[in-house]
């Protein structure tokens, strides 16, 4: 096991005032409603890291729209972000429902948050495809190996040979939702622990400025039905079997850059934004993020040796967006009005013309 | 050619027999165009197979000098390219009629069943041998396969007596600037009709195409393409979609029409199209796109509507403005793919669980599909809703005729949208509120930049500022409310059409229309249809009146029904409702909807996969007719 370094995130702006980010709002201005979760439940964790990581980001609440599907942690987004717009969907369809909503309007910040049983069964074809068309978003998955909602039975993220409370036993392989996205084109794909604000919280931080569809996993354990011995997503389990590929820093755009790194490679990204990702290796594990048949490789190894592989696997900046792609006006297709949508009337004359 | 003397003009069925994927299509379509050029009132059907090449299919044209343009069971002139079905086919002509056919095909008519079918039904057969035709029009064996439809183009061009101008400007049209093409393709009409001329100048042929002024006017389309024209002028940015016959070439229409006329100078789009996974994902789409604020459609059929149901409960508890476009076929399950049928309507309204309703248009003819297009936006805008519109196989897929659609001039109607400076002046924002007392609360669109304008969309229990909540009263006063807002679109949907049975009812802008249920003369029999049936139901009320039987009509254009269609009910002492499905859908809407007038509702049924004709309206009425008189005797 990697005992991550206790020093603070280096990320915090430089140059905005005291308590008050880049577009002069305070942290407070990111919070939510009181959660109704179980106390100790691992989502309210990552619901914690998502209000640090866009604060610090500086994206205004109302450039944001909070999406998710069903579930425990589909319930989240109302626990972050009052001030932003949030779509609780159906189960599974977060994916879908987003896509849409950002293909008509491309200047949202999506941060869209599923669970496991809501991306990986019910909501796994749209989840694929989202992929695929490579929708821009910042899309995680509290993964507890469970459906909490509907009182703990496994999911498809369950690990082989993982125990229930009951003492039921998980006879089938586990969907590893990092090697799926990696596979279908993913261009972000990362795993995190709902626990660890110093890698999740820049993960989050890149995830929000990614050009496609940043994908995080992040293992986030349900206190109520799968915290027990035998499970493979308890708190004690992933402490002890969480091993991070690097350490994280994301330094924003005009920023200087003071991450001061022990010796060891680094890596370092450009966002699109201007903002750097610098990533410096942990462990044995030699990884370049741009490679993704490494990636592959290090997450079926580390899954072999029991596990749990942590930190940023790809990362691709080139591809385009689906908006991109779809070769749209700048305006948002949802502000076109009439004259600007319909057809003149020598235009439609010249229509029918076939039909006569 | 002896010319008989009782000669009909521009009135005649034809069906032309072929086989699936031998490219019979532009010949018929080249046929149709050109009788339609002339002025002959024309429809043409396509009944195809769900197949992509070798099964049986037929394309029927049907002519009729007013208008009746519905399909007719039995063919009075029968062009048989099809050795599969010649024998069948010949069944299902009329007595008296042509039958015409490929005799390179096969003895299979000079069977003793043949001979007795042509014996007692006097047809006469007029064999011609095309393959001596089709090599004499060209050397290349792929284009042998295709111009042989040609031929029999060419012959029925001589025995009708078409407009050889109209005719080769069809053909041109037709293959549009592929000069070698056109060249060859006129050159084997020509063969045709000059066979025609020479070898069957002796055949007695009464059936005549009489060039008139009545198309003058008129376009001839499928509602498919109307449709998509709807969209395109409709002002709809957002298609999420799942491939499905009979709807698909809605959406292929669509983005040819878009590519072309919803670019800007830079080349950029003003429209986005995206081929889904599966019609969960293109309905949610629709739904995300719609929350954003664009005018955003699917288009589906059955098998598809069914997957969207879940969607379609969500869009109506969260008011979210969407539209499907339901092309029916026949179900259950796959059914038959590619017959026509109006089973849907029930699930439509009722789609997905809970106390859901969902309006639902219901176009019935070329203008409508159009109109339509942008009506269905509009009402999903205002009303925040999800709107179905229910068209059919039979509207979708094949040719009407229609009046010259006009420029849509009325202006969209966005619905109740909040702005960051309406926000500013007023007090307070509740989404789901009812301040204007209809039903219909404000919405505002995400990215709106105020303080006020965020909420939070769920298809959870929420309250009037969209909380969540679990209480029954808030509960209860949201699905109170829709039920109000349901109340509100009866005063906002399309209403019905009235017609007074009219002897010159040839196509609807003749029939007088009366307002609000009201008719002007005594009729005893009311019809009440919707959707494809209309031109069958008009045909019967015409054929009703020469046998003295006076009827009234009303064509349902949309759930919710109104209260005027009580009215009209209440009017007649029998009611027959048309549905193109098994178990009366429409009848059993109506009867649930005014269940004090149940006694006066009759179902008429037609639901075997064709589209309807008026025999099948005109038989059940004049059946139910003589038991009531016996009755009464
Ligand atoms: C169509 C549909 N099927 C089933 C359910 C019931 N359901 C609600 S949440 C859930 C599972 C949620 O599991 P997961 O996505 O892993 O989230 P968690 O609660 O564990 O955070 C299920 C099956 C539903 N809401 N909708
Ligand atoms: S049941 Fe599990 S997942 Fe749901 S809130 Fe409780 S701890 Fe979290």
Redesign the pocket.
């Known amino acids: 096991m990697t005992v991550t370094p206790k020093t603070p995130p280096a990320n915090a702006p430089v140059t905005a005032p005291a308590n008050k980010n880049k577009v002069n709002l305070e942290k407070k201005d990111y919070s939510g409603s009181a959660s109704t979760l179980c106390t100790g439940c691992g989502?309210d964790s990552i619901t914690a890291h998502i209000i640090t990581a866009t604060y610090q980001n500086g994206i205004h609440p109302y450039q944001i729209a909070k999406m998710s599907?069903?579930?425990?942690?589909?319930k989240t987004p109302a626990y972050f972000m009052s001030k932003s717009f949030g779509f609780n969907s159906?189960?599974?369809r977060m994916a879908p429902v987003t896509t849409g909503a950002k293909v008509v309007n491309g200047s949202l910040h999506m941060i869209g948050m599923?669970?496991?049983?809501?991306?990986a069964s019910?909501g796994v074809g749209g989840f694929t495809h989202l992929i695929r068309r490579n929708v821009q978003m910042c899309y995680i998955v509290?993964n507890?190996g469970?459906?909490?909602?509907?009182k703990g039975?496994f999911?498809a993220t369950a690990d082989k040979g993982a125990k229930q409370k009951s003492g039921a036993y998980n006879p089938f392989d586990t969907i590893d939702i990092c090697s799926l996205a990696l596979t279908l084109g993913c261009t972000f794909v990362a795993r995190s622990f709902s626990g660890d604000a110093k890698q999740l919280v820049p993960l989050l931080q890149a995830a929000q400025k990614h050009r496609g569809t940043a994908l995080i996993d992040v293992i986030s354990p349900?206190i109520t039905f799968n915290n027990h011995d035998g499970s493979t997503k308890s708190y004690t389990y992933v402490r002890e079997h969480d091993v991070s590929l690097q350490e994280l820093g994301l330094v924003q755009p005009m920023e200087e850059i003071k991450v001061d790194y022990r010796e060891g490679s680094t890596q370092r990204v450009q966002m699109p934004d201007g903002s750097e990702l610098i990533l410096k290796k942990l462990g044995a594990n030699e990884h370049s993020v741009s490679d993704k048949i490494n990636a592959l490789k290090l997450l079926q190894e580390s899954a072999n040796a029991g596990q749990i592989l942590t930190g940023l696997f790809y990362i691709n900046e080139s591809s385009p967006s689906l908006n991109e792609e779809l070769n749209l006006v700048s305006e948002g297709l949802f502000e076109l009005n009439e004259s600007q949508l319909k057809p003149s009337k020598t235009q439609f004359e010249e229509i029918l013309a076939d039909f006569l | 050619m002896n010319v008989n003397k009782s000669i009909n003009k521009n009135n005649f069925v034809i069906t032309i027999a072929t086989v699936n994927g031998s490219g019979s299509q532009s010949a018929n379509n080249i046929l149709l165009k050109t009788l339609f050029r002339m002025g002959v009132p024309v429809g043409g059907k396509n009944v195809f197979p769900s197949n992509i090449a070798g099964l049986p299919t037929w394309f029927w044209i049907r002519a009729e000098e007013n208008g009746y343009v519905a399909r007719r069971a039995k063919a009075d002139i029968f062009v048989g390219m099809n050795p599969q079905t010649l024998l069948e086919d010949l069944k299902t002509l009329r007595s008296g009629g042509f039958f015409i056919y490929n005799s390179d095909l096969g003895t299979q008519l000079q069977s003793d069943l043949a001979q007795t079918i042509v014996k007692e039904a006097s047809i006469q057969l007029i064999p011609i041998s095309f393959k001596p035709l089709v090599d004499q029009s060209t050397d290349s064996i792929k284009v042998k396969k295709l111009v042989i439809n040609m031929i029999y183009v060419g012959v029925l061009a001589k025995l009708l007596n078409l407009d050889l101008e109209v005719l080769n400007l069809s053909i041109a049209d037709q293959f549009e600037n592929k000069d070698s093409v056109i060249t060859v393709n006129k050159k084997a009409a020509e063969l045709g009709y000059h066979y025609a001329e020479t070898t069957l100048k002796d055949i007695p042929f009464p059936y005549q195409a009489i060039t008139t002024e009545k198309n003058k006017n008129k376009v001839l389309m499928e509602g498919n393409t109307a449709a998509a024209l709807g969209w395109l002028f409709g002002g709809c940015t957002f298609t999420a979609w799942y491939p499905i016959t009979p709807s698909s070439s809605i959406v292929e229409k669509y983005i040819q029409l878009a590519q072309k006329y919803r670019k800007t100078s830079e080349g950029k789009n003003k429209f986005a199209v995206i081929q889904a996974e599966d019609e969960l994902s293109s309905i949610c789409m629709v739904l995300g796109a719609g929350w954003a604020g664009a005018r955003s459609v699917t288009a589906t059929s059955g098998p598809g509507l069914s997957l969207m149901a879940?969607a379609a409960g969500f869009s109506y508890f969260t008011e979210i403005p969407s539209v499907i476009w339901d092309v029916q076929r026949v179900g259950p399950s796959t059914g038959m793919p590619t017959r026509t049928a109006q089973g849907d309507l029930l699930s439509a309204v009722h789609l997905s669980h809970g106390d859901t309703k969902n309006p639902c248009l219901l176009p019935g003819n070329i203008q409508e599909c159009f109109e339509f297009g942008q009506t269905a936006f509009d009402l999903a805008e205002r009303l925040q809703q999800l709107v179905i519109v229910l068209s059919d196989l039979d509207l979708g897929m094949n040719l009407w005729m229609e009046n010259k659609l006009t420029y849509p001039e009325k202006p969209f109607d966005r619905g109740k949208v909040l702005n960051a400076e309406d926000l500013e002046k007023i007090g307070q924002f509740e989404r789901y509120g009812d301040p204007d007392k209809d039903g219909i609360p404000y919405r505002t669109l995400p990215g709106t930049w105020h303080e006020k304008a965020s909420y939070f969309t769920r298809g959870s229990g929420h309250n009037a500022k969209a909380a969540y909540t679990e209480k029954s009263d808030e509960y209860q006063f949201i699905v109170d409310r829709l039920a109000k807002k349901w109340e509100t679109a009866k005063t906002m949907v399309p209403a019905p059409v009235y017609l007074q049975s009219d002897p010159n009812l040839a196509s609807k802008d003749q029939a007088s229309k009366t307002q609000g249920g009201k008719v002007q003369t005594k009729a005893q029999i009311g019809i009440i249809a919707y959707g494809s049936s209309d031109l069958a139901v008009k045909e019967a009320m015409h054929l009703l009146k020469e046998k003295n039987i006076e009827t009234h009509y009303c064509r349902i254009r949309a759930v919710p029904l109104t209260p005027d269609i009580l009215d009209f009910i209440q009017q007649h002492e029998v009611n027959f409702v048309v549905d193109q499905n098994r178990d009366g859908q429409m009848c059993e809407l109506l009867k649930s909807e005014f269940n004090q007038v149940f006694h006066l509702i009759e179902s008429i049924r037609h639901y075997d996969g064709t589209p309807i004709t008026a025999e099948s309206i005109l038989e059940p009425i004049v059946k139910f007719l003589v038991n009531m008189a016996e009755r009464r005797n």
């Open positions: 989502h599907g069903i579930g425990c942690s589909s159906m189960h599974g599923s669970g496991d049983g809501d991306t019910i509290a507890n469970v459906y909490g909602l509907t039975q999911s349900c | 879940e």
